[in-house]
């Protein structure tokens, strides 16, 4: 198998190549499974560490489309669409975040058609193409209502994918991400930023801001769980597809204030502690516009599966990147 | 006000023209009424017979960025956006239908926020943006899941309008449409062609073929309640729009059967007669896949209304073209 990550210096781009070269096989579109023979990981930022000769660190910018020619050819057999801007970044910048979150989708899509290859494509839309009046659970027939550019992107990715799969230029699958924590680094642009920052930072000894109201229900994954479901969506047959290429992924609800007593559980109330109150609107507005909880039932029947319990959150995070 | 109308020379779009000048004034976008002082009429084909100085005649193609740049000016005060290829075309050809029916619209926009100015702007949806699995009467939050290129066109549509209203670049509405018909002419290349040609065929003397089942239950609108719902669409405040920019327009849901039976208690039975049943499983897909009845809360609180009997419908289009 010849596999294409873009994104690939990313948070969940880095994963998912690791856990790759450890699988080392994947499902083709025939459905035989073949060994993994390359990955190309395509990034702006060029991916450093890991060192396989299965993989291929290519640098570049995804809106391009001579980039686009040499990255997609007859051989690629599988691709996974995960390069991005963040969703404040997509809000700040209008043309950056349509150049890059859709525009350059839809070019890899055009190549892909115009190949005839009709390779295997797994990309991460995201939760935010939901809005305005939303049921408790948002059901998987619930009409998509973006309030953010980001969400209007993911949302069109969605459409055309959708499309281009149904006319068989690609074999497609969308899967709609709940917002992955606890991501390890600094805080980014995304607006969900604060959901990883609040247990982040105090297991780290800083103190955290939290944004929005306590109140406030999250729709979370563990980036272990996240991993998993990008591949178990990739080695789905198209058969099994019945409800179409868009899939709202299974996920943890929770508010913030039980995610806080869970870290208090885990690590003490002194980190708890480290978490200040500061409600920022801007950020507000576009959290709460996300909704909190979802039935997932399409995604649960194809075996994608979510985390239990936010304690086994935090301590897959301990547990990685605090060894010790 | 400075108009402009994309379709011009097309079905509805040639109505609105000839409404627009009989009824001689918009409201601007803050709140004016003001007198019509020039509408330009563009196509792709010449708009013939309508001879009124307000209107100046533009031919082009939508799809090339110059013509737009000559089209759209900061005088532009509204815009209605009509131009598109039907359905079956868009089926038939998957790069015309983007370009025409998406890329122009997007270009369109990127023009509308390039110049800054905030235009009015009224453009049709359809209901092929839905599909799959359908309740019996769709509600305003059903999910989209276009079973078409021609419906996925529109729905990306529907998401860039509202994005580029949210942002204030535009001053957005998109109507979502029910079929319009009895439509006048020639049958087209749409897939919903033979709703129209099931009555003016036969009221015209000859035969004409259904190629759905009887008990096939369509969504409808007559062609002078869909300007004046275009028109109501223009005239609405920004401020009314609490539920979004992208409405489902009320309508007419009858079985393929009553309209015939409309038909025979308007004209007699040998009128009716005249109707053959010929099933294409081309055509049954796609309009399978179109719902036949809508709850559309939103609009009817907003003050768009439906045709209320099929027979009026017919008699509309009997007296528009059969005077005598
Ligand atoms: N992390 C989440 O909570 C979450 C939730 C829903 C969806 N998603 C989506 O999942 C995907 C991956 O998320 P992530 O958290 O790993 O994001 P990330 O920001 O960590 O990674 C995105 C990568 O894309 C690269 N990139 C950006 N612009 C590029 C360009 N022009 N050319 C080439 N590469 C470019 C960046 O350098 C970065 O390495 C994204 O599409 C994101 O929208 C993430
Ligand atoms: N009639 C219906 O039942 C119905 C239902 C739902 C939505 N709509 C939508 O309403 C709009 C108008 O519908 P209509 O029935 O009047 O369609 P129509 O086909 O009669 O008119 C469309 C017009 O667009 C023009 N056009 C096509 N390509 C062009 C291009 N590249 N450049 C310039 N002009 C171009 C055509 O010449 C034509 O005159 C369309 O957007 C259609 O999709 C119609």
Redesign the pocket.
């Known amino acids: 198998m010849n596999i294409l990550v873009?994104?690939a210096?990313?948070?969940?781009?880095r994963r998912l190549i690791e856990a790759l070269l450890l699988r080392g096989s994947l499902t083709d579109r025939t459905g035989q499974s073949r060994p993994i023979e390359q990955i190309v990981a395509?990034?702006?930022?060029e991916l450093t560490g890991i060192n396989d000769p299965r993989v291929k660190v290519v640098c570049?910018?995804?809106?391009n489309a001579h980039v686009l020619e040499r990255l997609i050819d007859a051989n690629t057999d599988s691709i996974f669409h995960?390069?991005?801007?963040?969703s404040s970044q997509a809000e700040a910048d209008f043309e950056l975040g349509m150049r890059?979150n859709f525009s350059?989708t839809q070019h890899m899509l055009e190549r892909v058609r115009q190949l005839g290859t009709c390779p295997k494509w797994v990309m991460?839309s995201?939760v935010a193409v939901f809005g305005g009046q939303l049921p408790e659970q948002v059901p998987d027939n619930q009409v998509w209502a973006p309030q953010s550019s980001y969400g209007t992107q993911k949302a069109m990715n969605d459409l055309l994918l959708a499309d281009y799969s149904r006319r068989a230029f690609v074999d497609g699958r969308s899967l709609r991400?709940p917002?992955?924590v606890v991501?390890p680094g600094k805080p980014n642009l995304a607006a969900?930023s604060f959901a990883s920052g609040i247990i982040r930072e105090p297991l780290n000894g800083q103190t955290s801001v939290c944004p929005v109201p306590l109140d406030t229900r999250l729709w979370l994954m563990s980036p272990a769980q996240a991993i998993r479901n990008l591949i178990h969506g990739h080695e789905l047959g198209s058969e099994q597809l019945t409800e179409g290429r868009v899939i709202n992924m299974p996920g943890l609800s929770i508010t913030v204030e039980r995610m806080i007593d869970a870290l208090r559980q885990t690590a003490g109330a002194q980190v708890a502690e480290r978490i200040r109150l500061e409600p920022n609107q801007a950020i507000e507005r576009i959290v709460g516009s996300w909704p909190g909880a979802f039935c997932a039932a399409y995604s649960r029947d194809l075996g994608f599966t979510a985390d239990e319990r936010f304690t086994d959150v935090i301590e897959q995070f301990i547990h990685e990147y605090q060894p010790g």
């Open positions: 873009t994104g210096a990313g948070f969940l781009g395509f990034d702006m930022v570049g910018d995804i809106a995960l390069a991005a801007v963040v890059i350059a991460t995201s991400m917002t992955i991501r969900s």
